[in-house]
């Protein structure tokens, strides 16, 4: 089968041929139905180098996963050939505390996971393929009757990744606050529509690019602010002053670390979601008072099962280009242009 794998840090990836995968005991194979193209992916071809992680090339990327299940190994049950599934991306150890509850993201004995901190797509081989070796079957969600696969690949993580940020902050989102989202490609244009379908806050977005402000409008935003020196006293005025109660920094630059420190408001939350490296200096003047850093990492099996649910419902949508696997390569140049608008998909 045809595979598109990172074969070396540094490099692009390359559409080669390797063997289907076949199933050991307690495995499954699934017939992918669509990848996301997610900006990680990007990281990894360009920014990341030997020892930053502990995994590395060469595997297949593609971590945000859905199809149908071709072959069980055996002792698996509970999932049927044929059955339509997403992939829970993150990969555990499958036994401690933490993944016990479905938070395999904190898996907290990772030397005991398939690979460490990572998955399919993430230091093993991805469904950016036609077929695809899920470890466990714990790791698959039944997709609901009224999602695609291809609906449901991106919100395996530009749906998820947001809506774990969000779902930590509901507390701070009663009628009368505000969430700024900075950064509305892939995870943000999503995160708006979470804002809005599971929260009352008014949901202000932030982009640098003029079509990612007309997405995030069309998907309801009630405010779109272009990236730059008046973002901050744009979004201060128009929250009266106070700024916003919640800031999911989708970029993570120093530039957009930058702006979400200078709008958050007393007791509200500033969660990096983006890796784009840069660095928010924490001081006891620098930040208003009690206003809480942090960041997160992608999200729990149950609160995939609730992302699907919202999809399933058409509540929240990521809006998709369609790319074959042999124009794989060409869905990274166009996010990395910024020629996208939502996400990438990619149906083999
Ligand atoms: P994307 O490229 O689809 O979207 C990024 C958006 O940010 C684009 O619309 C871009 O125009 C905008 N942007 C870039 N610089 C900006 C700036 N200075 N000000 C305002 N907007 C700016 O990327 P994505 O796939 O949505 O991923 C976003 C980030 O989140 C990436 O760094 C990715 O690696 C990371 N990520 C993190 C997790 C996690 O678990 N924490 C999961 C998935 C992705
Ligand atoms: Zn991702
Ligand atoms: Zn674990």
Redesign the pocket.
């Given at each position: 089968m045809r595979a598109l794998r990172l074969l070396d840090w540094k490099s692009e990836p390359e559409l080669v041929e390797v063997p289907r995968p076949v199933p050991g005991p307690g495995q499954v194979v699934i017939r992918i139905g669509a990848a996301g193209v997610?900006?990680?992916d990007?990281?990894l071809m360009h920014d990341f180098a030997p020892g930053i992680l502990p995994w590395g090339p060469p595997f297949t990327l593609g971590h945000e996963n859905a199809g149908w299940v071709a072959e069980l190994g055996t002792g698996v049950t509970g999932v049927e050939v044929g059955q339509a599934v997403a992939v829970h991306g993150p990969w555990g150890c499958g036994t401690c505390a933490r993944c016990l509850l479905g938070i395999d993201t904190y898996c907290e004995n990772p030397a005991a996971a398939p690979v460490p901190g990572g998955g399919g797509g993430l230091g093993l081989d991805g469904g950016m393929a036609e077929y695809m070796l899920v470890p466990d079957p714990r790791h698959l969600v039944p997709l609901p009757a009224t999602l695609t696969p291809t609906e449901a690949a991106p919100l395996t993580?530009?749906g998820l990744?947001p809506y774990h940020a969000i779902r930590r902050s509901w507390s701070k989102l009663a009628p009368g606050t505000t969430a700024v989202v900075?950064?509305?490609?892939?995870?943000?244009h999503v995160g708006v529509q979470i804002l809005k379908e599971t929260t009352a806050a008014r949901v202000i977005a932030?982009?640098?690019?003029a079509d990612?402000l007309r997405l995030a409008a069309d998907v309801g935003a009630d405010l779109t602010v272009p990236?730059g020196e008046d973002a901050a006293s744009t979004i201060r005025e128009s929250t009266g002053g106070r700024g916003a109660d919640v800031v999911v920094d989708?970029?993570?630059?120093d530039?957009?670390l930058a702006?979400a420190a200078s709008v958050v408001r007393t007791l509200g939350d500033l969660t990096i979601?983006?890796?784009?490296g840069g660095t928010l200096p924490v001081s006891f003047f620098g930040l208003p008072y009690e206003a809480s850093v942090q960041?997160?990492?992608?999200g729990s099996r149950s609160e995939l099962v609730e992302v699907l649910d919202l999809g399933a419902r058409g509540l929240v949508r990521a809006a998709s280009t369609v790319y074959d696997l042999e124009h794989a390569v060409d869905a990274y140049h166009d996010?990395r242009e910024?020629r996208?608008d939502g996400?990438a998909v990619v149906v083999p």
């Open positions: 997610c900006h990680s990007l990281h993580d530009a990744t900075i950064g509305v490609g892939g995870l943000g932030v982009d640098s690019r990612a990236a989708c970029v993570g630059s530039e957009t702006l979601v983006g890796i784009a960041t997160t990492y992608w996010l910024g996208l996400r």
